[in-house]
Nanobody, 129 residues
Framework: QVQLVESGGGTVQAGGSLRLSCAASGYRYSGNCMAWFRQLPGKEREAIAGIATTFGQTYYADSVKGRFTISQDSAKNTVYLQMNSLSPEDTAMYYC??????????????????????WGQGTQVTVSS
């Protein structure tokens, strides 16, 4: 059974940083595409960063490029999202997702929510001005 558990959300002031974690279990970690999505109030869930778990290639949405960094610790089956220079516009629920037995390059950059079937419960990030 695939399980993704996010942690690390919280409230931070504008300009601050947070690191989210996503612990994966229940499937073979290598050979997949892992991604972070976020959903702003009243908006569609959007992909913001992805990582190919086999070799670590990374992918980013333009909205976070240069500020957010996705990384992994394969030994811990964990994906991270380091978020720097946060602004109130980054306030959202952040979700970890897994696309099992598929590479990120076949879906990025035209990635959508429907490309992923496994999801975590989400972690809230609030950035105050």
């Amino acid at each position: 059974q695939v399980q993704l558990v996010e942690s690390g959300g919280g409230t931070v002031q504008a300009g601050g940083s947070l690191r989210l974690s996503c612990a994966a279990s229940g499937y073979r970690y290598s050979g997949n595409c892992m991604a972070w999505f976020r959903q702003l109030p009243g908006k569609e869930r959007e992909a913001i960063a992805g990582i190919a778990t086999t070799f670590g290639q990374t992918y980013y949405a333009d909205s976070v490029k240069g500020r957010f960094t996705i990384s992994q610790d394969s030994a811990k089956n964990t994906v991270y999202l380091q978020m720097n220079s946060l602004s109130p516009e980054d306030t959202a629920m952040y979700y970890c997702a897994a696309r099992i037995a598929s590479e990120c390059l076949v879906i990025w950059p035209r990635v959508s929510r429907g490309d992923f079937r496994s999801w975590g419960q989400g972690t809230q990030v609030t950035v105050s001005s």
